[in-house]
């Protein structure tokens, strides 16, 4: 079903990243005690007395001309117009400002119901103060204290009051998780506004404008449900100053986590570099599926073996990658882009394949006929059957006489014979070595 949607508005540092934290849950929104931490939407699901809703947390309203700021209150307007109840909030301590009469008087025209927040009330005097704030025109102001939890219960009693009632049909398939993952500045976010063909998150040519891990909704041409994560770009570690960017960094980590598949964008201007190679080392060893991207492909002059050469580094590069298919894009032209939401699905649908044990061990005793198992100081390993135990990833047990006689590379001919067999494109295989007892 459609669940309702409320935005989360008003000026920079009034606590609206706090507020989301404490309606959803968990700490999703980077909090700093300075303006503009939050700049696009970032949505997650709360409920409320077993109602459940999307909140978006949007960065603060600024109304200065300055080219970020303008592109922060543009996702805030994009996030008002989705929102079925807007919550606005503002802050006791600074009293009424000439920024919260300009976003009220702005919300006046949106027409959408508004419910007001007056955070940072944590004491009784503070709470009082909130009576001035009916100058704004929004109906009660609701003091609150989103560290706190003060007040929070009335006032999402009165959201919950104002939302539609929930409408339309569910998912019918399971949605697919896709991060992009990369070192600042490849077009992480070009990418997912092309992919969606509209502004969802801001782009900058400034290193470090993406800071949270922003995820998007969205239903490909086939009907599949995704969610898309844009992550903050991964810097080498002596890189990483200010404690806001070890957020964005840890947020980018967990965006690999809770991902089915990472796409490794990579920048066609700039070539491979070395961090390129230690940020896919994380999705690797999360066991994620894995697409490599090579954005900004219009941007190089292409000769005729500029692809095959590209391809030929990328593979010496990146050796532990071999199943990782590659796509040469644009987000500036949308070059192929039309291609990714298939290409994830069919790595998601490999990542949950099953074979049979009769047909992997068929395969597995062919490998052996073709080269047989090795020694090691006279003891000949026996392997005696597999089976497979689980999937995403596709996970295999080989039963064999002893594990230590098992050498990584005759491991690695195995996986290789299964890939040739089955299919498995953009997913690691794990293969678990026991003793048969």
Same mark, same amino acid.
């Given at each position: ?74 996702? #805030?307007?994009? #996030? ?23 976003? #009220? ?16 009330? !944590? ?89 949270? #891990? ?83 492909? !219009? ?139």
């Amino acid at each position: 079903m459609e669940i309702p949607v409320v935005a989360i508005v008003g000026r920079p540092n009034v606590g609206k990243s706090t507020l989301f934290n404490r309606m959803v849950g968990e700490r999703l929104s980077i909090v700093e005690d300075y303006e503009g931490v939050t700049r696009d939407r970032i949505y997650a699901t709360a409920s409320w007395l077993g109602r459940e809703f999307r909140l978006i947390d949007t960065g603060g309203i600024d109304m200065s001309d300055e080219p970020l700021m303008q592109q922060i209150k543009y996702q #805030a307007e994009i #996030a008002m117009e989705e929102a079925d109840v807007i919550l606005f909030v503002v802050g006791s301590r600074e009293g009424v400002t000439d920024a919260d009469e300009a976003i #009220a008087h702005y919300l006046h025209r949106s027409e959408k119901p508004v419910v007001l927040a007056v955070n940072k009330a !944590d004491n009784p005097e503070q709470r009082a103060t909130a009576y001035e704030f009916y100058s704004l025109g929004h109906g009660d102001p609701y003091p609150i204290s989103s560290t706190h939890g003060t007040g929070t219960g009335d006032l999402l009693d009165r959201l919950l009051a104002l939302l539609p009632e929930e409408a339309g049909e569910t998912d019918t398939q399971e949605r697919i998780k896709f991060s992009f993952i990369g070192r600042p500045n490849v077009g992480k976010s070009s990418l997912v506004n092309a992919v969606l063909q509209e502004e969802r998150v801001i782009v900058s040519n400034i290193e470090g404008t993406t800071r949270e #891990a922003v995820d998007t909704d969205f239903v490909s041409q086939t009907g599949r449900p995704f969610t898309m994560i844009d992550t903050a770009g991964i810097r080498k570690r002596g890189k990483v100053y200010e404690n806001t960017e070890k957020y964005s960094v840890m947020r980018a980590l967990s965006a690999i986590d809770r991902s089915d598949i990472v796409c490794l964008v990579l920048d066609a201007e700039t070539g491979i570099r070395e961090q390129d190679k230690k940020v896919a080392g994380y999705a690797f060893e999360a066991n994620k599926g894995i697409v490599i991207l090579v954005n900004k492909w !219009d941007a190089v002059d292409k000769s005729d073996k500029l692809f095959e050469t590209f391809t030929d580094d990328i593979r010496r590069e990146f050796q532990y990658l071999p199943f990782a298919p590659i796509l040469f894009v644009s987000a500036k032209t949308g070059q192929r882009l039309a291609k990714l939401p298939e290409l994830i699905e069919e790595i998601y649908e490999n990542r949950h394949r099953r074979i049979q044990s009769s047909l992997l061990n068929d395969v597995l005793m062919d490998a052996i006929a073709m080269n047989p198992t090795p020694t090691d100081k006279g003891r000949r390993l026996k392997i005696f059957y597999m089976t497979q135990v689980a999937v995403n990833p596709p996970t295999f047990v080989i039963f064999v006489n002893d594990p230590e006689l098992m050498h990584f590379s005759y491991e690695r001919f195995i996986e290789n014979k299964m890939r040739e067999a089955f299919y498995f494109d953009g997913t690691p295989l794990k293969l678990i070595v026991r003793e048969r007892t």
